[in-house]
């Protein structure tokens, strides 16, 4: 306080000046910090776990189109619609094995890598598997083409659909675990700015008071000065 006493008022209103801004700054900084760390989950949120969460979905369906595809093939007695069903197979093919490369980029964790290397696994068999169904199909040997259905084709198939539901599941559950984790974040922001917005309110009106004081004090020995 002799401090303050001993300052010019000039002196006192500049100190309480730069104190308020730096409150300021650093008020502001700290939300801009919260922000930028809520945006990164919500980033990992959109680009990683729902984009996940939709191959993984849509490699389920993919593999549900090739079962259907392979039994439309068998029961397909014109070589002609024979061959567009085999043609449309073939481009599922592909949607699946550009999803696979997808899904593995963005996956993270030992759990889920693992997971997706199965799927990949199990899914390459079954195109295998499917390939040799078509190829009887087309040199109609019918009896063969069914038999191969039913055999490796069908192991096959379930393994890779048991593997892609699998796979769903867990992207699902870190999905909801990111949307845990950002709330928390989110409240942890809100309630550390209220308390840095009221210790910024609390220091400005510090600041004011003791300026305020010391500007008071001088004024009443001026005023007690010129009184005698």
């Known amino acids: 306080m002799k401090f303050l006493a001993n300052m010019r008022i000039g002196r006192k209103l500049a100190l309480s000046f730069v104190g308020l801004a730096a409150l300021a700054v650093i008020g502001i900084g700290s939300s801009l910090r919260g922000l930028g760390q809520l945006n990164d989950r919500f980033n990992t949120i959109v680009d990683r776990r729902v984009t996940a969460v939709k191959y993984s979905a849509r490699l389920h369906r993919n593999i549900e189109e090739l079962r259907t595809l392979e039994k ?33 980029e963005i996956s993270a964790g030992t759990e889920a890598e693992t997971l997706v290397r199965e799927l990949r696994a199990n899914a390459e068999r079954y195109v295998a598997d499917l390939r040799e169904v078509i190829h009887f199909a087309g040199t109609d040997e019918a009896d063969m083409a069914l038999e191969w259905s039913r055999g490796a084709a069908r192991r096959s198939s379930l393994a890779a659909t048991q593997a892609a539901m699998a796979v769903t599941e867990l992207q699902e559950e870190a999905l909801a675990a990111a949307k845990l984790e950002t709330d928390e974040a989110y409240r942890n922001s809100v309630y550390g700015n209220g308390l840095l917005i009221l210790a910024s309110l609390l220091g400005a009106f510090g600041v004011s008071f003791a300026v305020g004081r010391t500007v008071t004090d001088a004024a009443r020995r001026l005023v007690g000065a010129t009184d005698r």
């Open 72 to 104: 439309d093939i068998l029961l397909e007695s014109d070589r002609a619609r024979r061959d567009s069903q085999a043609t449309a197979a073939a481009e599922v093919i592909v949607h699946i094995g550009t999803r696979l490369e997808l899904l593995a």
